[in-house]
């Protein structure tokens, strides 16, 4: 395939940005030309990496817009600290060599200061869009929560908690579906559910929505002695360990109340391991043994956290996939999630993992202590690492968008 692809996303350490970085890579291994635009310092063993901050002048512009869009968004005031984006601003990306250069544009997560709506609809080029959560389809907000206003017109955004005099939500909305009414971009869609939120949008409900999971690597990824996993992080060796991890525990959408709500329910001698943002967690679990482990920079690190718990708990209540989830599985630990959202293709429920209802914290709790509980849990854990990787080792992955490049 002779085709150039260029994909662009804004950094490289959020979830977005690595998968976006892991297909990229992995692309290349397969032959393909693959390129990667993002507005984050290129690390020098990045095959085939750009960034937009070439030059001191544009490093500058690329904080400005970036502090524009905060103090935008910041006039507003989301609520429960949530993100939301306008999506307004953006450096010339367009004129670098490597957006001129490419056959395909392959957008990830584009949003603060890296691309605009009005260059989409201006690029002339092929687009593929990946949704790695819902901010494509609505007036702002990366995830709608209990409002469906996404699905008609964007209004008085209830997760903005105050307003300029304008509707800045409705008018972002407008200038989405005039973008892309004008520009056939071709939507990915990483979950059913992610592919049903779009189809259930103003913005993409005449829109073709194709799935196509995440991916992680298998290599990266796969079981290790708990013991060993245990002694290494310095866990107790004979606790009954739950693993929970995010790298914002604040955002109302990764579900933390609801799983605290949860914690009444759970058998007292649990030990909870905890990864990622702190967010006054200690209190939360002041009826159990706790360890905060901060943020797992390496990925032995992260795989000995997966790989010494139990069981690890995702209580998102809306989540596009759940990449934690495959993490966790490929390591041979179960995961216990809502019964709701992305996490619905990967877990089988009782056979490798625990589909709760949603969104009961009761019966959340009772999905941990059953998976703590399984006297099948050898086969549970089998099972867990095998469905990872038969279907989601990065290698599938990345043929399905050879594939699909393809045939656009």
């Known amino acids: 395939m002779k085709k150039n692809i260029l994909h662009i996303s804004t950094g490289r350490n959020g979830g977005a940005a690595k998968s976006a970085f892991l297909l990229h890579n992995e692309l290349l291994n397969l032959n393909l030309n693959s390129n990667i635009l993002i507005a984050d310092k290129v690390d020098p063993k990045d095959r085939y990496a750009y960034s937009i901050q070439n030059s001191l002048p544009k490093k500058y512009l690329l904080l400005m817009l970036k502090k524009a869009e905060f103090q935008l968004s910041k006039l507003h005031k989301p609520a429960g600290g949530s993100l939301f984006s306008p999506g307004l601003f953006s450096t010339r990306i367009t004129c670098h060599p490597a957006f001129k250069s490419a056959d395909i544009i392959h957008l990830h997560w584009i949003n603060q200061g890296m691309m605009n709506i009005s260059q989409i609809q201006k690029t002339g080029k092929k687009i593929i869009w ?8 609505t007036g702002g907000c990366h995830y709608s929560l209990n409002c469906s206003r996404f699905t008609s017109s964007c209004y008085n955004c209830p997760q903005l908690q105050k307003t300029i005099g304008v509707d800045v939500a409705n008018i972002l909305h407008n200038r989405k579906s005039k973008a892309f009414s004008k520009n056939n971009i071709h939507w990915i869609a990483v979950s059913t559910w992610m592919k049903q939120m ?14 196509i999971h995440n991916g992680i690597n298998c290599n990266d990824f796969y079981p290790v002695d708990k013991q060993l996993a245990r002694k290494a992080l310095k866990l107790p060796l004979n606790a009954k360990i739950v693993l929970i991890g995010a790298q914002n525990t604040y955002e109302t959408y990764k579900g933390f109340s609801l799983f605290h709500d949860c914690l009444a329910y759970v058998r007292k001698d649990c030990h909870f391991v905890q990864f990622g943002s702190f967010n006054n967690s200690t209190s939360k679990f002041k009826n159990f043994a706790y360890t905060h482990l901060g943020y ?9 956290a997966y790989c010494a718990a139990d069981v690890f708990v995702l209580p998102s209540v809306q989540e596009a996939f759940g990449k934690t989830v495959i993490e966790a599985m ?18 089988d429920h009782m056979s490798n993992g625990y589909l709760s209802t949603a969104f009961l914290p009761k019966e959340f709790a009772h999905g941990i202590n059953w998976l703590l509980n399984a006297k099948n849990y050898a086969s549970i854990s089998k099972n867990a690492a095998k469905k990872v990787k038969n279907n989601f080792h990065i290698h599938h992955i990345a043929k399905k968008y050879i594939d699909y490049y393809k045939n656009i």
Do not use: E, H, Q, Y
């Open 130 to 137: 990946t949704l790695r959560d819902m901010w494509p389809l």
């Open 198 to 211: 779009a189809k259930s949008s103003r913005l993409c409900k005449n829109k073709k929505v194709t799935v």
């Open 296 to 304: 797992l920079k390496n990925i032995s690190d992260l795989r000995n």
């Open 330 to 347: 490929a390591c041979g630990t179960p995961v216990v999630a809502f019964n709701k959202n992305g996490p619905r293709d990967i877990i």
